[in-house]
Protein backbone atom coordinates (compact mmCIF):
# COMPACT_ATOMS: atom_id res chain seq x y z
CA UNK A 1 0.00 0.00 0.00
CA UNK A 2 3.04 2.25 0.91
CA UNK A 3 3.43 5.24 3.06
CA UNK A 4 1.08 6.95 4.55
CA UNK A 5 1.64 10.72 4.02
CA UNK A 6 -0.64 12.82 6.75
CA UNK A 7 -0.64 16.83 6.84
CA UNK A 8 2.11 18.07 8.83
CA UNK A 9 0.55 19.77 11.68
CA UNK A 10 2.13 22.43 14.20
CA UNK A 11 1.78 22.06 17.65
CA UNK A 12 1.09 25.30 18.89
CA UNK A 13 -0.27 24.44 22.13
CA UNK A 14 -2.63 27.30 22.90
CA UNK A 15 -3.04 27.96 26.33
CA UNK A 16 -5.64 30.36 28.66
CA UNK A 17 -3.70 33.58 28.78
CA UNK A 18 -1.81 33.45 24.88
CA UNK A 19 -5.94 33.27 23.43
CA UNK A 20 -6.74 36.14 25.13
CA UNK A 21 -3.87 38.09 24.49
CA UNK A 22 -4.02 37.03 21.01
CA UNK A 23 -7.69 38.78 21.11
CA UNK A 24 -6.45 41.74 22.94
CA UNK A 25 -3.96 42.19 19.69
CA UNK A 26 -6.99 41.73 17.64
CA UNK A 27 -9.37 43.96 19.38
CA UNK A 28 -6.89 46.89 20.23
CA UNK A 29 -6.21 47.10 15.87
CA UNK A 30 -10.41 47.17 15.49
CA UNK A 31 -10.13 49.98 18.27
CA UNK A 32 -7.81 51.65 16.62
CA UNK A 33 -9.37 51.22 12.66
CA UNK A 34 -12.21 52.72 14.42
CA UNK A 35 -10.88 55.90 15.88
CA UNK A 36 -9.08 56.15 12.24
CA UNK A 37 -12.68 56.20 10.75
CA UNK A 38 -14.50 58.10 12.90
CA UNK A 39 -11.09 60.47 12.55
CA UNK A 40 -11.86 60.61 8.71
CA UNK A 41 -15.35 62.09 9.10
CA UNK A 42 -14.93 63.79 12.58
CA UNK A 43 -12.86 66.43 11.62
CA UNK A 44 -12.59 68.07 14.80
CA UNK A 45 -11.47 64.54 16.06
CA UNK A 46 -9.01 64.32 13.23
CA UNK A 47 -7.11 67.21 14.20
CA UNK A 48 -6.83 66.47 17.94
CA UNK A 49 -4.96 63.49 16.99
CA UNK A 50 -2.88 64.24 14.20
CA UNK A 51 -1.87 67.65 16.66
CA UNK A 52 -1.03 64.64 19.49
CA UNK A 53 0.77 63.19 16.69
CA UNK A 54 2.98 65.71 15.63
CA UNK A 55 3.77 67.81 18.73
CA UNK A 56 4.10 65.60 20.92
CA UNK A 57 4.76 61.51 20.43
CA UNK A 58 3.55 59.48 17.43
CA UNK A 59 1.18 56.68 18.30
CA UNK A 60 1.09 53.42 15.83
CA UNK A 61 -1.37 53.24 13.24
CA UNK A 62 -3.21 56.64 13.54
CA UNK A 63 -0.34 58.59 11.55
CA UNK A 64 -2.93 60.14 9.37
CA UNK A 65 -5.93 59.65 12.15
CA UNK A 66 -8.19 58.74 8.58
CA UNK A 67 -9.34 56.45 5.92
CA UNK A 68 -5.90 55.24 4.44
CA UNK A 69 -4.95 54.34 8.03
CA UNK A 70 -8.13 53.20 9.07
CA UNK A 71 -8.07 51.07 5.47
CA UNK A 72 -4.39 49.51 6.85
CA UNK A 73 -4.96 48.98 10.62
CA UNK A 74 -8.06 46.77 9.67
CA UNK A 75 -6.38 44.86 7.06
CA UNK A 76 -3.70 44.01 9.84
CA UNK A 77 -6.43 43.35 12.05
CA UNK A 78 -8.29 40.90 9.60
CA UNK A 79 -4.72 39.00 9.17
CA UNK A 80 -4.08 38.84 12.77
CA UNK A 81 -7.56 37.29 13.46
CA UNK A 82 -6.43 34.47 10.63
CA UNK A 83 -3.76 33.89 12.92
CA UNK A 84 -1.02 35.02 10.54
CA UNK A 85 2.96 34.78 11.74
CA UNK A 86 3.89 37.45 9.09
CA UNK A 87 1.09 39.68 10.39
CA UNK A 88 2.47 39.27 13.97
CA UNK A 89 5.97 40.09 13.21
CA UNK A 90 5.09 42.78 11.48
CA UNK A 91 2.81 44.86 14.64
CA UNK A 92 5.89 43.38 16.72
CA UNK A 93 7.94 45.18 14.10
CA UNK A 94 6.78 48.33 14.13
CA UNK A 95 5.14 48.19 18.03
CA UNK A 96 8.51 47.41 19.90
CA UNK A 97 10.35 50.14 18.85
CA UNK A 98 7.81 52.52 19.24
CA UNK A 99 7.67 51.46 22.86
CA UNK A 100 11.33 52.03 23.12
CA UNK A 101 10.77 55.15 22.13
CA UNK A 102 8.41 56.37 24.38
CA UNK A 103 10.43 54.13 26.74
CA UNK A 104 13.36 56.65 26.49
CA UNK A 105 11.42 60.00 25.93
CA UNK A 106 9.65 59.86 29.30
CA UNK A 107 12.95 60.23 30.96
CA UNK A 108 12.44 64.00 29.94
CA UNK A 109 10.14 66.10 32.44
CA UNK A 110 8.55 67.69 29.58
CA UNK A 111 7.39 64.57 28.27
CA UNK A 112 6.15 63.19 31.23
CA UNK A 113 3.82 65.62 32.18
CA UNK A 114 1.30 64.96 29.21
CA UNK A 115 -1.49 62.67 30.33
CA UNK A 116 -1.54 61.62 26.28
CA UNK A 117 1.93 60.57 26.71
CA UNK A 118 1.42 58.22 29.29
CA UNK A 119 -1.69 56.82 27.73
CA UNK A 120 0.16 56.52 24.54
CA UNK A 121 2.81 54.43 27.06
CA UNK A 122 0.34 52.21 28.44
CA UNK A 123 -1.57 51.57 25.23
CA UNK A 124 1.75 50.44 23.27
CA UNK A 125 3.15 48.61 26.03
CA UNK A 126 -0.28 46.58 26.22
CA UNK A 127 -0.18 45.82 22.62
CA UNK A 128 3.59 44.54 22.65
CA UNK A 129 2.51 42.37 25.86
CA UNK A 130 -0.32 41.08 24.04
CA UNK A 131 1.65 40.08 21.07
CA UNK A 132 4.40 38.64 23.44
CA UNK A 133 2.24 36.62 25.36
CA UNK A 134 0.16 35.99 22.09
CA UNK A 135 2.55 34.92 20.33
CA UNK A 136 1.71 31.11 20.09
CA UNK A 137 -1.46 31.71 18.42
CA UNK A 138 -0.21 33.07 15.57
CA UNK A 139 1.14 29.86 13.90
CA UNK A 140 -0.50 30.45 10.18
CA UNK A 141 2.18 30.45 7.73
CA UNK A 142 2.09 32.21 4.27
CA UNK A 143 3.30 31.01 0.92
CA UNK A 144 6.87 30.83 0.41
CA UNK A 145 6.82 32.90 -2.78
CA UNK A 146 5.08 35.75 -0.74
CA UNK A 147 8.26 38.29 -0.14
CA UNK A 148 8.94 37.90 -4.13
CA UNK A 149 5.36 38.18 -4.93
CA UNK A 150 4.96 41.38 -2.79
CA UNK A 151 7.97 43.04 -3.50
CA UNK A 152 7.15 42.61 -7.70
CA UNK A 153 3.90 43.83 -6.76
CA UNK A 154 5.40 46.76 -4.74
CA UNK A 155 7.80 48.03 -8.03
CA UNK A 156 5.92 47.35 -10.48
CA UNK A 157 2.71 48.93 -8.48
CA UNK A 158 4.61 52.12 -7.58
CA UNK A 159 6.07 52.16 -11.41
CA UNK A 160 2.47 52.55 -12.85
CA UNK A 161 1.00 54.25 -10.20
CA UNK A 162 3.17 57.09 -10.12
CA UNK A 163 3.36 57.25 -14.37
CA UNK A 164 -0.93 57.35 -13.93
CA UNK A 165 -0.12 60.39 -11.14
CA UNK A 166 2.20 62.08 -13.03
CA UNK A 167 -0.11 61.47 -16.19
CA UNK A 168 -3.26 62.99 -13.79
CA UNK A 169 -1.08 66.21 -13.08
CA UNK A 170 -0.21 66.88 -16.16
CA UNK A 171 -4.28 67.03 -17.32
CA UNK A 172 -4.96 69.22 -14.39
CA UNK A 173 -2.48 71.33 -13.66
CA UNK A 174 -3.64 75.09 -13.32
CA UNK A 175 -0.23 76.41 -12.88
CA UNK A 176 -0.23 79.87 -14.66
CA UNK A 177 3.43 78.65 -15.98
CA UNK A 178 2.85 75.14 -16.46
CA UNK A 179 4.03 74.76 -19.35
CA UNK A 180 7.68 75.14 -18.07
CA UNK A 181 6.97 71.93 -16.03
CA UNK A 182 8.46 69.50 -17.35
CA UNK A 183 7.27 65.60 -17.07
CA UNK A 184 9.97 64.65 -14.80
CA UNK A 185 8.92 67.05 -12.35
CA UNK A 186 5.16 66.19 -12.76
CA UNK A 187 6.57 62.68 -11.94
CA UNK A 188 8.65 63.14 -9.04
CA UNK A 189 5.48 65.27 -7.63
CA UNK A 190 3.23 62.14 -8.22
CA UNK A 191 5.64 60.05 -6.46
CA UNK A 192 5.92 62.35 -3.72
CA UNK A 193 2.30 62.24 -2.74
CA UNK A 194 2.58 58.78 -3.02
CA UNK A 195 4.54 57.93 -0.66
CA UNK A 196 4.73 60.73 1.46
CA UNK A 197 0.42 61.54 1.74
CA UNK A 198 1.01 65.21 1.31
CA UNK A 199 3.33 66.95 -1.09
CA UNK A 200 5.69 69.83 -0.80
CA UNK A 201 4.32 72.42 -3.19
CA UNK A 202 7.06 74.83 -2.58
CA UNK A 203 9.35 72.53 -3.88
CA UNK A 204 7.14 72.89 -7.74
CA UNK A 205 6.79 75.98 -8.43
CA UNK A 206 5.30 75.22 -11.70
CA UNK A 207 2.68 72.58 -10.49
CA UNK A 208 -0.49 73.34 -9.24
CA UNK A 209 -3.40 70.84 -8.94
CA UNK A 210 -6.89 71.15 -7.58
CA UNK A 211 -7.49 69.05 -4.01
CA UNK A 212 -9.40 66.42 -5.52
CA UNK A 213 -6.01 65.14 -7.48
CA UNK A 214 -3.92 64.39 -4.07
CA UNK A 215 -6.99 62.97 -2.86
CA UNK A 216 -7.36 60.46 -6.00
CA UNK A 217 -3.50 59.79 -5.73
CA UNK A 218 -2.88 59.18 -2.40
CA UNK A 219 -6.02 56.91 -2.76
CA UNK A 220 -3.94 55.39 -5.18
CA UNK A 221 -1.49 54.55 -2.33
CA UNK A 222 -3.58 53.09 -0.29
CA UNK A 223 -4.57 50.25 -3.23
CA UNK A 224 -0.88 49.70 -3.51
CA UNK A 225 0.05 49.36 0.23
CA UNK A 226 -3.32 46.91 0.32
CA UNK A 227 -2.36 45.17 -2.63
CA UNK A 228 1.66 44.77 -1.50
CA UNK A 229 0.09 43.50 2.00
CA UNK A 230 -2.45 41.15 0.88
CA UNK A 231 0.68 39.78 -1.36
CA UNK A 232 2.79 39.31 1.38
CA UNK A 233 0.13 37.80 3.58
CA UNK A 234 -1.73 35.36 1.51
CA UNK A 235 -2.52 32.06 2.11
CA UNK A 236 -1.13 29.49 0.67
CA UNK A 237 -3.00 28.21 -2.58
CA UNK A 238 -2.58 24.57 -2.46
CA UNK A 239 -0.65 21.52 -0.99
CA UNK A 240 0.06 18.72 -2.41
CA UNK A 241 -2.14 17.95 -5.17
CA UNK A 242 -4.19 14.91 -6.31
CA UNK A 243 -0.87 12.18 -7.50
CA UNK A 244 -2.09 9.08 -9.15
CA UNK A 245 -0.98 7.21 -6.30
CA UNK A 246 -3.68 9.09 -4.64
CA UNK A 247 -5.97 8.81 -6.96
CA UNK A 248 -5.14 4.90 -6.99
CA UNK A 249 -6.14 4.55 -3.30
CA UNK A 250 -9.02 6.62 -3.43
CA UNK A 251 -10.62 4.26 -5.91
CA UNK A 252 -9.31 1.43 -4.10
CA UNK A 253 -11.06 3.33 -0.99
CA UNK A 254 -14.53 3.62 -3.48
CA UNK A 255 -14.43 0.15 -4.64
CA UNK A 256 -15.12 -0.89 -0.42
CA UNK A 257 -16.89 2.49 0.50
CA UNK A 258 -18.10 3.78 -2.17
CA UNK A 259 -21.77 3.19 -2.01
CA UNK A 260 -21.62 5.31 0.92
CA UNK A 261 -21.44 8.24 -0.62
CA UNK A 262 -23.57 9.06 -4.12
CA UNK A 263 -20.85 11.96 -4.31
CA UNK A 264 -18.19 10.20 -3.42
CA UNK A 265 -16.43 9.55 -6.99
CA UNK A 266 -16.28 13.54 -7.14
CA UNK A 267 -13.50 13.56 -4.78
CA UNK A 268 -11.60 12.14 -7.75
CA UNK A 269 -11.27 15.71 -9.29
CA UNK A 270 -7.73 16.44 -10.31
CA UNK A 271 -7.36 20.05 -8.71
CA UNK A 272 -8.21 18.58 -5.40
CA UNK A 273 -5.68 17.84 -2.45
CA UNK A 274 -6.31 15.00 -0.22
CA UNK A 275 -5.38 14.41 4.06
CA UNK A 276 -5.49 10.66 4.77
CA UNK A 277 -5.60 9.46 7.55
CA UNK A 278 -2.72 7.70 9.57
CA UNK A 279 -4.57 4.11 8.87
CA UNK A 280 -4.99 4.97 5.22
CA UNK A 281 -8.37 4.07 5.85
CA UNK A 282 -10.13 7.09 5.34
CA UNK A 283 -9.21 10.46 3.39
CA UNK A 284 -10.55 14.22 3.09
CA UNK A 285 -10.52 15.86 -0.54
CA UNK A 286 -10.72 19.62 -0.61
CA UNK A 287 -9.77 22.50 -2.77
CA UNK A 288 -7.99 25.69 -1.48
CA UNK A 289 -10.19 28.62 -2.85
CA UNK A 290 -9.52 31.97 -1.78
CA UNK A 291 -8.22 31.29 1.41
CA UNK A 292 -11.02 28.83 1.92
CA UNK A 293 -10.53 24.71 2.36
CA UNK A 294 -13.25 23.37 0.70
CA UNK A 295 -14.30 19.99 1.11
CA UNK A 296 -17.16 18.56 -0.50
CA UNK A 297 -19.32 15.00 0.82
CA UNK A 298 -18.63 13.00 3.33
CA UNK A 299 -15.24 11.43 3.92
CA UNK A 300 -14.00 8.83 2.03
CA UNK A 301 -13.67 5.32 3.64
CA UNK A 302 -14.55 3.87 6.65
CA UNK A 303 -16.48 6.19 8.97
CA UNK A 304 -14.67 4.62 11.88
CA UNK A 305 -11.45 6.27 10.67
CA UNK A 306 -12.94 9.37 9.30
CA UNK A 307 -12.05 11.24 12.57
CA UNK A 308 -8.19 10.54 11.76
CA UNK A 309 -8.67 11.97 8.37
CA UNK A 310 -10.95 15.00 9.73
CA UNK A 311 -8.10 16.01 12.72
CA UNK A 312 -5.33 16.25 9.88
CA UNK A 313 -7.49 18.71 7.41
CA UNK A 314 -8.57 20.80 10.16
CA UNK A 315 -4.89 20.75 11.46
CA UNK A 316 -3.47 21.80 8.17
CA UNK A 317 -6.44 24.33 7.56
CA UNK A 318 -4.98 26.35 11.04
CA UNK A 319 -1.66 26.08 10.36
CA UNK A 320 -1.81 27.61 6.89
CA UNK A 321 -4.27 30.33 8.06
CA UNK A 322 -7.55 28.68 5.75
CA UNK A 323 -10.97 28.70 6.44
CA UNK A 324 -12.24 24.76 7.31
CA UNK A 325 -15.60 24.22 5.38
CA UNK A 326 -17.44 21.21 3.88
CA UNK A 327 -20.44 21.42 0.84
CA UNK A 328 -22.62 18.66 0.54
CA UNK A 329 -21.87 16.12 3.48
CA UNK A 330 -24.51 14.29 4.39
CA UNK A 331 -26.25 13.86 8.07
CA UNK A 332 -23.99 10.86 9.40
CA UNK A 333 -20.73 12.96 8.25
CA UNK A 334 -22.13 16.11 9.73
CA UNK A 335 -22.26 14.42 13.07
CA UNK A 336 -18.75 13.24 12.81
CA UNK A 337 -17.67 16.89 11.50
CA UNK A 338 -19.59 18.43 14.36
CA UNK A 339 -17.44 16.45 17.11
CA UNK A 340 -14.64 18.22 15.89
CA UNK A 341 -16.22 21.69 16.71
CA UNK A 342 -17.46 22.70 13.15
CA UNK A 343 -21.62 24.17 13.02
CA UNK A 344 -23.71 22.86 10.55
CA UNK A 345 -26.47 24.55 8.12
CA UNK A 346 -28.70 22.73 6.14
CA UNK A 347 -28.19 23.66 2.53
CA UNK A 348 -30.80 21.53 0.53
CA UNK A 349 -31.66 18.38 -0.69
CA UNK A 350 -30.31 15.46 -2.94
CA UNK A 351 -32.36 13.61 -4.84
CA UNK A 352 -32.57 9.97 -4.73
CA UNK A 353 -34.47 7.26 -6.92
CA UNK A 354 -34.91 3.84 -5.65
CA UNK A 355 -35.01 2.07 -9.20
CA UNK A 356 -37.56 -0.22 -7.90
CA UNK A 357 -39.99 2.16 -6.23
CA UNK A 358 -40.12 3.95 -9.63
CA UNK A 359 -43.33 4.40 -12.05
CA UNK A 360 -45.08 6.22 -14.36
CA UNK A 361 -48.42 4.67 -13.41
CA UNK A 362 -51.21 6.60 -11.39
CA UNK A 363 -52.28 9.97 -11.09
CA UNK A 364 -49.70 11.96 -9.46
CA UNK A 365 -47.51 10.95 -12.89
CA UNK A 366 -50.07 11.92 -15.43
CA UNK A 367 -48.03 15.21 -16.49
CA UNK A 368 -44.82 13.22 -16.40
CA UNK A 369 -46.28 10.17 -18.14
CA UNK A 370 -47.81 12.19 -21.10
CA UNK A 371 -44.35 14.33 -21.21
CA UNK A 372 -42.47 11.34 -21.73
CA UNK A 373 -45.03 9.67 -24.33
CA UNK A 374 -45.03 13.04 -26.14
CA UNK A 375 -41.04 12.91 -26.62
CA UNK A 376 -41.62 9.55 -27.64
CA UNK A 377 -43.89 9.72 -30.18
CA UNK A 378 -41.23 12.28 -32.07
CA UNK A 379 -38.89 9.91 -32.69
CA UNK A 380 -36.16 10.40 -29.72
CA UNK A 381 -34.13 7.13 -29.05
CA UNK A 382 -31.92 7.00 -25.82
CA UNK A 383 -28.95 5.07 -26.22
CA UNK A 384 -27.25 3.84 -22.71
CA UNK A 385 -23.54 2.69 -22.78
CA UNK A 386 -20.84 2.72 -20.17
CA UNK A 387 -17.75 4.86 -20.93
CA UNK A 388 -15.44 1.96 -21.51
CA UNK A 389 -17.89 0.69 -24.85
CA UNK A 390 -17.74 4.02 -26.31
CA UNK A 391 -15.14 3.40 -29.40
CA UNK A 392 -12.25 6.29 -29.19
CA UNK A 393 -13.90 8.37 -32.74
CA UNK A 394 -17.08 8.30 -31.26
CA UNK A 395 -16.06 9.41 -27.86
CA UNK A 396 -13.93 12.20 -28.83
CA UNK A 397 -16.86 13.20 -30.84
CA UNK A 398 -19.41 13.24 -27.74
CA UNK A 399 -16.74 15.34 -26.04
CA UNK A 400 -16.92 17.58 -28.93
CA UNK A 401 -20.96 18.25 -28.94
CA UNK A 402 -21.19 18.50 -24.91
CA UNK A 403 -18.35 21.01 -25.42
CA UNK A 404 -20.58 22.87 -28.00
CA UNK A 405 -23.73 22.77 -25.54
CA UNK A 406 -22.05 23.67 -22.37
CA UNK A 407 -23.43 27.18 -21.27
CA UNK A 408 -20.47 29.14 -20.78
CA UNK A 409 -16.78 29.00 -21.15
CA UNK A 410 -16.08 27.53 -17.47
CA UNK A 411 -17.20 24.14 -17.25
CA UNK A 412 -19.01 24.65 -13.58
CA UNK A 413 -19.26 22.06 -10.78
CA UNK A 414 -17.47 21.11 -7.90
CA UNK A 415 -18.76 19.13 -4.90
CA UNK A 416 -21.26 17.57 -7.49
CA UNK A 417 -19.85 16.96 -10.72
CA UNK A 418 -17.05 15.52 -12.25
CA UNK A 419 -15.14 18.36 -14.52
CA UNK A 420 -13.75 16.42 -17.56
CA UNK A 421 -15.26 13.56 -20.06
CA UNK A 422 -13.96 11.05 -21.47
CA UNK A 423 -11.36 10.38 -19.44
CA UNK A 424 -10.37 6.57 -19.69
CA UNK A 425 -9.87 6.03 -16.05
CA UNK A 426 -13.26 6.88 -15.98
CA UNK A 427 -14.38 4.21 -18.07
CA UNK A 428 -17.03 2.58 -15.94
CA UNK A 429 -19.11 5.90 -15.42
CA UNK A 430 -22.22 5.75 -17.80
CA UNK A 431 -22.93 7.91 -21.03
CA UNK A 432 -26.72 8.69 -22.34
CA UNK A 433 -27.26 9.37 -25.92
CA UNK A 434 -30.04 10.93 -26.99
CA UNK A 435 -30.79 10.97 -30.88
CA UNK A 436 -33.75 12.62 -32.91
CA UNK A 437 -35.87 9.99 -35.50
CA UNK A 438 -33.60 11.63 -38.38
CA UNK A 439 -30.58 9.41 -35.72
CA UNK A 440 -28.98 13.15 -35.27
CA UNK A 441 -27.68 13.89 -31.57
CA UNK A 442 -29.54 15.98 -29.49
CA UNK A 443 -28.83 16.03 -26.10
CA UNK A 444 -25.63 13.71 -23.45
CA UNK A 445 -26.05 12.95 -19.97
CA UNK A 446 -23.42 11.30 -17.78
CA UNK A 447 -23.69 9.50 -14.46
CA UNK A 448 -20.78 8.41 -12.08
CA UNK A 449 -20.55 5.37 -10.27
CA UNK A 450 -22.09 5.37 -6.67
CA UNK A 451 -20.96 1.86 -5.40
CA UNK A 452 -21.78 -1.08 -7.70
CA UNK A 453 -25.15 -0.94 -7.87
CA UNK A 454 -26.01 3.15 -8.05
CA UNK A 455 -25.25 5.89 -10.21
CA UNK A 456 -25.02 9.66 -9.90
CA UNK A 457 -25.69 12.58 -12.13
CA UNK A 458 -22.87 14.29 -13.59
CA UNK A 459 -23.35 16.33 -16.44
CA UNK A 460 -26.15 17.18 -18.39
CA UNK A 461 -26.18 18.63 -22.21
CA UNK A 462 -28.65 19.38 -24.32
CA UNK A 463 -29.17 20.53 -27.86
CA UNK A 464 -31.01 23.97 -27.21
CA UNK A 465 -33.16 23.61 -30.23
CA UNK A 466 -34.45 20.60 -29.48
CA UNK A 467 -37.61 19.50 -27.88
CA UNK A 468 -38.65 20.55 -24.28
CA UNK A 469 -38.46 17.78 -22.13
CA UNK A 470 -35.76 15.71 -23.50
CA UNK A 471 -33.69 15.49 -19.97
CA UNK A 472 -37.00 14.18 -18.22
CA UNK A 473 -37.20 11.78 -21.15
CA UNK A 474 -33.59 10.17 -21.20
CA UNK A 475 -34.32 10.04 -16.99
CA UNK A 476 -37.21 8.29 -17.36
CA UNK A 477 -35.68 5.95 -20.17
CA UNK A 478 -32.75 5.21 -17.68
CA UNK A 479 -34.91 4.35 -14.44
CA UNK A 480 -36.95 2.26 -16.77
CA UNK A 481 -34.13 0.23 -18.28
CA UNK A 482 -31.99 0.45 -15.03
CA UNK A 483 -32.83 -2.81 -13.34
CA UNK A 484 -31.48 -4.76 -16.72
CA UNK A 485 -27.77 -3.00 -15.65
CA UNK A 486 -28.37 -3.72 -11.98
CA UNK A 487 -28.47 -0.27 -10.90
CA UNK A 488 -30.92 -0.22 -8.27
CA UNK A 489 -30.14 3.29 -7.24
CA UNK A 490 -30.09 6.58 -9.06
CA UNK A 491 -28.68 10.15 -7.66
CA UNK A 492 -30.27 13.67 -9.73
CA UNK A 493 -29.74 16.95 -9.08
CA UNK A 494 -29.02 18.76 -5.77
CA UNK A 495 -31.96 20.99 -4.67
CA UNK A 496 -31.22 24.14 -2.84
CA UNK A 497 -33.09 24.81 -0.01
CA UNK A 498 -35.88 22.60 -1.00
CA UNK A 499 -37.57 22.59 2.51
CA UNK A 500 -37.98 26.31 1.76
CA UNK A 501 -40.09 26.13 -1.10
CA UNK A 502 -41.81 22.58 0.03
CA UNK A 503 -42.95 24.08 3.40
CA UNK A 504 -43.51 27.80 2.49
CA UNK A 505 -46.55 26.66 -0.05
CA UNK A 506 -48.25 24.71 2.67
CA UNK A 507 -51.49 26.17 3.98
CA UNK A 508 -49.99 28.09 7.75
CA UNK A 509 -46.83 28.75 6.70
CA UNK A 510 -45.33 32.13 9.09
CA UNK A 511 -44.52 35.54 7.48
CA UNK A 512 -40.18 34.89 7.85
CA UNK A 513 -40.98 31.39 5.74
CA UNK A 514 -43.61 32.88 3.30
CA UNK A 515 -40.86 35.90 3.01
CA UNK A 516 -38.13 33.61 2.39
CA UNK A 517 -39.33 32.13 -0.03
CA UNK A 518 -40.43 34.87 -1.98
CA UNK A 519 -36.68 35.74 -2.37
CA UNK A 520 -35.69 32.84 -2.96
CA UNK A 521 -38.33 32.44 -6.33
CA UNK A 522 -37.20 36.13 -7.39
CA UNK A 523 -33.50 34.89 -7.06
CA UNK A 524 -34.45 31.71 -9.30
CA UNK A 525 -34.96 34.24 -11.95
CA UNK A 526 -31.45 34.28 -12.79
CA UNK A 527 -29.97 31.11 -10.86
CA UNK A 528 -32.76 28.92 -11.00
CA UNK A 529 -32.64 27.77 -7.48
CA UNK A 530 -36.53 26.65 -7.81
CA UNK A 531 -36.95 25.24 -11.28
CA UNK A 532 -33.69 22.69 -9.88
CA UNK A 533 -36.48 21.49 -7.24
CA UNK A 534 -39.23 21.55 -9.43
CA UNK A 535 -37.94 19.40 -12.20
CA UNK A 536 -36.58 16.76 -9.92
CA UNK A 537 -39.76 16.76 -7.50
CA UNK A 538 -41.27 15.12 -10.81
CA UNK A 539 -39.65 11.69 -9.70
CA UNK A 540 -40.79 11.72 -6.87
CA UNK A 541 -37.32 10.88 -4.87
CA UNK A 542 -36.54 10.24 -1.67
CA UNK A 543 -34.80 13.86 -0.03
CA UNK A 544 -31.82 13.58 1.51
CA UNK A 545 -30.03 16.82 3.15
CA UNK A 546 -27.09 18.51 2.46
CA UNK A 547 -25.00 20.33 4.64
CA UNK A 548 -22.55 23.43 4.88
CA UNK A 549 -19.62 22.64 7.55
CA UNK A 550 -18.23 25.62 9.15
CA UNK A 551 -16.42 27.41 12.15
CA UNK A 552 -17.38 30.57 12.40
CA UNK A 553 -20.72 32.55 11.51
CA UNK A 554 -18.32 34.91 10.65
CA UNK A 555 -16.93 33.00 7.66
CA UNK A 556 -19.98 32.40 6.12
CA UNK A 557 -19.62 35.12 3.27
CA UNK A 558 -16.27 34.21 2.46
CA UNK A 559 -16.83 30.98 2.11
CA UNK A 560 -19.96 31.07 0.28
CA UNK A 561 -17.56 33.18 -2.51
CA UNK A 562 -15.45 30.67 -2.26
CA UNK A 563 -18.33 27.79 -3.02
CA UNK A 564 -19.41 30.25 -5.73
CA UNK A 565 -15.99 30.14 -7.60
CA UNK A 566 -15.21 26.46 -6.85
CA UNK A 567 -18.51 25.94 -8.63
CA UNK A 568 -17.84 28.47 -11.56
CA UNK A 569 -20.31 30.58 -10.68
CA UNK A 570 -17.47 33.68 -10.15
CA UNK A 571 -14.42 34.37 -11.62
CA UNK A 572 -12.37 35.74 -9.38
CA UNK A 573 -9.67 38.85 -10.74
CA UNK A 574 -6.23 37.82 -10.21
CA UNK A 575 -2.44 39.23 -10.88
CA UNK A 576 -1.12 39.03 -14.00
CA UNK A 577 -0.69 35.75 -15.30
CA UNK A 578 3.55 36.41 -15.16
CA UNK A 579 3.09 36.74 -11.48
CA UNK A 580 1.41 33.24 -10.62
CA UNK A 581 3.29 30.42 -10.35
CA UNK A 582 2.50 27.53 -12.95
CA UNK A 583 -0.25 25.20 -12.19
CA UNK A 584 0.53 21.30 -12.69
CA UNK A 585 -1.16 20.31 -15.71
CA UNK A 586 -4.31 17.91 -15.63
CA UNK A 587 -3.25 14.52 -16.51
CA UNK A 588 -5.42 13.03 -19.12
Known amino acids: MGDVHVAPVRDHRPTAVSRRAAAFAVWYLRAVAFVNFL ?20 TPYLLTAGFASGVFTVFLAVTMRRRKRAAWILNLSLGGPFLALFGFAMAFPEIRRYAQNWISLALTAAF ?29 GLLVSSLLAALLVTVTNQARDAHRSTFWERWRYGTLRLVSVAGDDSHFPGISTPNWVGVAVNGLST ?72 ASGDPLGDPEAWPGAIGPW ?23 YARHGLDALELGDEALV ?21 VKRAGYT ?77 LMRRDRDADNGLMEFMVIDLLRRARET ?38 SRWWQIESLYRANAKYRPIWEPRFLLFEKSADLPRIAIASARAEGFLEAPGLPKWLHRKHLETRR
Not at 314 to 336: D, F, K, Q, Y
Not at 358 to 372: I, K, P, S
Not at 416 to 440: F, I, K, N, S, Y
Request: hydrophobic share 45%; charged share 25%.
Open 382 to 458: VRIRRHEDIPADEAAYLVRRADDWRDGATERGFSMALGRLGDPEDGRCVMLECTDGQGELKALLSFVPWGPRGLSLD
Open 314 to 336: LAEARAHGWIPAVMGAGEEAGTV
Open 128 to 156: VAALLLGRREFYARGDRSNPRLAAAVAVG
Open 223 to 294: VLVLAALYAAFRSRRAVDPLTEDDEKRLRALLERHGDRDSLGYFALRREKSVVWSPTGKAAVAYRVVGGVSL
Open 354 to 374: EVAEFTLEGRAMRTVRQAYNR
Open 39 to 58: SAVWVSLGQDVRRHNQENLF
Open 486 to 523: GITQVSLNFAMFRSVFERGARLGAGPVLRLWRSLLSFF
